[in-house]
């Protein structure tokens, strides 16, 4: 709203598996969150780039360096060459949305960026240091806030935000959430991919299989409850292609999930003021990639049963809720709230 | 700002002050952020008192090393019974150890002798969870930026929402990033007649090799480095000399020192078994007395724990994983569960 020629308005939801980016221009992007360098010199010279971000990171991997740098949303500690690849992240996106970044006149950018719930306040600050020349200023909020923000649910609302590292739940109340009104858990996307790789190898230990492997799998056929139909997937065997029937492991690593997710949302049902209890379980928002699950707001559902009911919806475009939200809180900030935020 | 809906507008407010406290480097209790309702903001007298209080604070903690020193100084006080008790522990080689042998060292002869818990039935109602320091006291802060003040927040919340699917009651000394002194802390326990009371804290060790996790209840110790930790921990004082002295009486007629004992061995046993599977390098250092002010003020079994260190850079990367986190909060559940139903045991056998 306070938008001129020389400002420019961004949200960006850094994902742990992807990450996307919502622009004032119009533009939205999402990328896979993994930055690869040539390991060495034979690969520069058939990559031809110094560094490779998204996908084409991830199709070029034997010869990169490869680093998914956040790990449950945040940076991972301690590693200089992740910090480096978020800046990498941050930058390409940027890129995508067409913002010169080295011309002297380039307009102000203002970027609001979702973070897991329960973040520390380090790690919130290393992010910050992370977006020092890509952004003039930054915002960081809670990824399910930013969601809740952009679909306007401000009231008698749960978020739950799946992503592949964390799940966050915000509870809205008509206020900036508290820490009382939001949980973070580690029981997300990436969780699922690990317990379906135990299973593969227990059960199918034949199997060649790779997480990366695992990850396309359980994006394509992913389900809680009653399957729709098998999920039967081409896995080499002493390199010879054989098909493997895994609907029952999927189902399994999906629905491990659950029962967190429905705790925590119970736990903080619990805990909204009586009289509005019956308002916020019928107004469940699943948003991120993993809301993504065939069957999951069904499962949700099952679970407030005992509660008297409630009703879970995914939103209309999980991928993109986080950063759209986060664009509007930063087109809502005025220029003064900016400035205090400055890098 | 005309276009922006009020309730957006509040929101949008609570998320840029969020992100001024951030800039700045502090945590103040922003718009929408919760407030401890236990405790309101402190009017002018009670600032004033405060202000006092801070002026006491370097003295009490002179006072408190001098009459921790031996008997030379320990003559200057006229409490007979505090003389007794001393000259009867300086007797006693297990006080002389950091670690409570199996050989516990025992309340003093001479009276007030420990309540026999069969003697009158007791039930454990209410319990207080102390997130050690908050505000401007960051606590210990280790290399990579993690500060204790961070942790003990997270974990005594983990363990308030898991003590919330039990029968107890939980209160909490804080609930965001506030300061709080020790002696509101302590006032808090009493007034609201809790039963428990249990103080979470993370260690700060040298060498930075050590992964030490212990756990302290009330008692005078002679170990230097059991000193040194209570006279770091208890910088957040808030007593005043007068107060000081009858506060540091308590620690050696103090009945209920064998309840939070037993108390202390729960959680350290629990702690250590949880733990020790995904951090086998943990040093179980056991229960151990010391004259932390949180433990000696309160008038309830009190505990106080050192959950881990932030000396230690692996110990850091352990405390950053929420899972981790929960592990702690978990086992600390388990450790209070474990007390209070052998309390309970023997109430059922006492009536």
Same mark, same amino acid.
């Given at each position: 709203?306070?938008?001129?020629?020389?400002?420019?308005?961004?949200?960006?939801?850094?994902?742990?598996?992807? &990450?996307?980016? &919502?622009?004032?221009?119009?533009?939205?992007?999402?990328?896979?969150?993994?930055?690869?360098?040539?390991?060495?010199?034979?690969?520069?010279?058939?990559?031809?780039?110094?560094?490779?971000?998204?996908?084409?990171?991830?199709?070029?991997?034997?010869?990169?360096?490869?680093?998914?740098?956040?790990?449950?949303?945040?940076?991972?500690?301690? =590693?200089?060459?992740?910090?480096?690849?978020?800046?990498?992240?941050?930058?390409?996106?940027?890129?995508?949305?067409?913002?010169?970044?080295?011309?002297?006149?380039?307009?102000?950018?203002?970027?609001?960026?979702?973070?897991?719930?329960?973040?520390?306040?380090?790690?919130?600050?290393?992010?910050?240091?992370?977006?020092?020349?890509? =952004?003039?200023?930054?915002?960081?909020?809670?990824?399910?806030?930013?969601?809740?923000?952009?679909? @306007?649910?401000?009231?008698?609302?749960?978020?739950?935000?799946?992503?592949?590292?964390?799940?966050?739940?915000?509870?809205?109340?008509?206020?900036?959430?508290?820490?009382?009104?939001?949980?973070?858990?580690?029981?997300?996307?990436?969780?699922?991919?690990?317990?379906?790789?135990?299973?593969?190898?227990?059960?199918?230990?034949?199997?060649?299989?790779?997480?990366?492997?695992?990850?396309?799998?359980?994006?394509?056929?992913?389900?809680?409850?009653?399957?729709?139909?098998?999920?039967?997937?081409?896995?080499?065997?002493?390199?010879?292609?054989?098909?493997?029937?895994?609907?029952? @492991?999927?189902?399994?690593?999906?629905?491990?999930?659950?029962?967190?997710?429905?705790?925590?949302?119970?736990?903080?049902?619990?805990?909204?003021?009586?009289?509005?209890?019956?308002?916020?379980?019928?107004?469940?928002?699943?948003?991120?990639?993993? &809301?993504?699950?065939?069957?999951?707001?069904?499962?949700?559902?099952?679970?407030? =049963?005992?509660?008297?009911?409630?009703?879970?919806?995914?939103?209309?475009?999980?991928?993109?809720?986080?950063?759209?939200?986060?664009?509007?809180?930063?087109?809502?900030?005025?220029?003064?709230?900016?400035?205090?935020?400055?890098? | 700002?005309?276009?922006?809906?009020?309730?957006?507008?509040?929101?949008?407010?609570?998320?840029?002050?969020?992100?001024?406290?951030?800039?700045?480097?502090?945590? /103040?209790?922003?718009?929408?952020?919760?407030?401890?309702? %236990?405790?309101?903001?402190?009017?002018?007298?009670?600032?004033?008192?405060?202000? *006092?209080?801070?002026?006491?604070?370097?003295?009490?903690?002179?006072?408190?090393?001098?009459? #921790?020193?031996?008997?030379?100084?320990?003559?200057?006080?006229?409490?007979?019974?505090?003389?007794?008790?001393?000259?009867?522990?300086?007797?006693?080689?297990?006080?002389?150890?950091?670690?409570? $042998?199996? /050989?516990?060292?025992?309340?003093?002869?001479?009276?007030?002798?420990?309540?026999?818990?069969?003697?009158?039935?007791?039930?454990?109602?209410?319990?207080?969870?102390?997130?050690?320091?908050?505000?401007?006291?960051?606590?210990?802060?280790?290399?990579?930026?993690?500060?204790?003040?961070?942790?003990?927040?997270?974990?005594?919340?983990?363990? *308030?929402? +898991?003590?919330?699917?039990? $029968?107890?009651?939980?209160?909490?000394?804080?609930?965001?990033?506030?300061?709080?002194?020790?002696?509101?802390?302590?006032?808090?326990?009493?007034?609201?007649?809790?039963?428990?009371?249990?103080?979470?804290?993370?260690?700060? !060790? %040298?060498?930075?090799?050590?992964?030490?996790? %212990?756990?302290?209840?009330?008692?005078?110790?002679?170990?230097?480095? /059991?000193?040194? #930790?209570?006279?770091? %921990?208890?910088?957040?004082?808030?007593?005043?000399?007068?107060?000081?002295?009858?506060?540091?009486?308590?620690?050696?007629?103090?009945?209920?020192?064998?309840?939070?004992?037993?108390?202390?061995?729960?959680?350290?046993?629990?702690?250590?078994?949880?733990?020790? /599977?995904?951090?086998?390098? +943990?040093?179980?250092?056991?229960?151990?007395?010391?004259?932390?002010?949180?433990?000696?003020?309160?008038?309830?079994?009190?505990?106080?724990?050192?959950?881990?260190? #932030?000396?230690?850079?692996?110990?850091?990367? +352990?405390? !950053?994983?929420?899972?981790?986190?929960?592990?702690?909060?978990?086992?600390?559940?388990?450790?209070? *569960?474990?007390?209070?139903?052998?309390?309970?045991?023997?109430?059922?056998?006492?009536?």
């Amino acid at each position: 709203m306070e938008e001129t020629n020389e400002t420019f308005c961004v949200g960006i939801d850094l994902g742990t598996s992807r &990450s996307s980016i &919502s622009a004032s221009n119009g533009e939205r992007h999402v990328i896979d969150s993994y930055v690869g360098w040539p390991v060495d010199m034979v690969a520069r010279k058939v990559i031809k780039k110094t560094v490779l971000v998204g996908r084409e990171a991830l199709d070029n991997r034997l010869m990169l360096d490869l680093r998914r740098p956040l790990e449950r949303g945040l940076i991972k500690e301690g =590693a200089k060459k992740d910090e480096d690849a978020v800046q990498e992240i941050l930058r390409h996106l940027i890129s995508l949305i067409g913002l010169k970044q080295k011309s002297k006149n380039r307009a102000k950018l203002r970027a609001v960026v979702g973070v897991p719930a329960e973040a520390f306040r380090n790690s919130k600050q290393r992010l910050r240091s992370a977006l020092e020349g890509v =952004a003039d200023s930054v915002m960081l909020v809670s990824e399910p806030f930013a969601v809740a923000y952009g679909l @306007e649910a401000l009231l008698h609302a749960l978020i739950i935000d799946i992503g592949a590292g964390t799940a966050d739940f915000c509870v809205m109340q008509g206020r900036y959430p508290t820490e009382e009104d939001q949980r973070t858990l580690p029981n997300a996307g990436d969780s699922i991919d690990e317990q379906l790789l135990k299973l593969m190898r227990e059960h199918h230990p034949e199997a060649q299989t790779s997480i990366h492997m695992i990850r396309e799998w359980k994006e394509k056929w992913s389900f809680v409850g009653e399957p729709k139909k098998p999920v039967v997937v081409t896995v080499p065997v002493k390199g010879k292609a054989t098909d493997f029937d895994i609907t029952k @492991e999927m189902g399994e690593a999906c629905e491990s999930i659950l029962p967190p997710v429905c705790e925590t949302m119970l736990d903080l049902l619990a805990r909204v003021e009586p009289e509005y209890q019956e308002n916020v379980r019928n107004n469940i928002i699943l948003a991120g990639g993993t &809301s993504l699950i065939t069957g999951l707001s069904d499962a949700v559902q099952k679970a407030l =049963a005992d509660l008297g009911g409630g009703r879970a919806t995914v939103v209309k475009d999980p991928v993109f809720a986080g950063s759209d939200g986060g664009l509007a809180l930063a087109r809502d900030a005025s220029s003064s709230d900016w400035e205090k935020l400055s890098l | 700002m005309a276009d922006v809906a009020p309730n957006k507008l509040r929101l949008l407010k609570g998320a840029v002050q969020d992100n001024v406290d951030l800039v700045r480097g502090i945590r /103040t209790p922003g718009l929408g952020r919760r407030k401890l309702l %236990e405790s309101p903001p402190p009017d002018p007298v009670q600032r004033k008192r405060i202000r *006092r209080l801070w002026l006491w604070s370097p003295l009490s903690l002179v006072v408190i090393a001098y009459l #921790l020193l031996p008997s030379p100084v320990v003559s200057l006080r006229q409490t007979a019974p505090i003389k007794t008790f001393e000259a009867e522990i300086k007797q006693t080689p297990a006080t002389a150890e950091v670690k409570v $042998p199996e /050989t516990e060292p025992q309340a003093p002869a001479s009276e007030p002798h420990a309540l026999d818990r069969g003697v009158i039935p007791l039930a454990i109602k209410k319990i207080v969870i102390d997130a050690g320091h908050g505000g401007k006291q960051p606590g210990a802060i280790s290399e990579s930026g993690v500060s204790e003040k961070e942790i003990t927040l997270d974990i005594a919340l983990r363990l *308030r929402r +898991l003590l919330g699917k039990t $029968p107890f009651e939980v209160i909490m000394t804080r609930q965001g990033d506030q300061t709080i002194s020790l002696d509101k802390r302590v006032a808090f326990a009493n007034t609201n007649k809790a039963d428990l009371f249990v103080s979470i804290h993370v260690n700060w !060790t %040298e060498p930075r090799e050590i992964r030490p996790l %212990e756990t302290y209840f009330v008692g005078p110790s002679d170990d230097p480095v /059991t000193i040194k #930790l209570a006279s770091m %921990e208890n910088q957040e004082s808030g007593y005043s000399l007068s107060e000081y002295r009858r506060v540091l009486e308590k620690i050696y007629i103090d009945t209920r020192r064998d309840e939070s004992r037993s108390l202390a061995k729960n959680i350290q046993a629990e702690l250590y078994h949880s733990l020790k /599977t995904i951090n086998p390098e +943990l040093d179980d250092r056991g229960v151990k007395m010391a004259p932390f002010l949180v433990l000696v003020g309160t008038e309830m079994p009190a505990i106080l724990v050192e959950v881990s260190t #932030l000396s230690n850079e692996e110990e850091v990367q +352990l405390l !950053t994983n929420p899972d981790y986190r929960e592990k702690i909060a978990l086992a600390l559940v388990r450790g209070i *569960r474990s007390y209070a139903s052998n309390h309970n045991g023997v109430d059922r056998k006492g009536s």
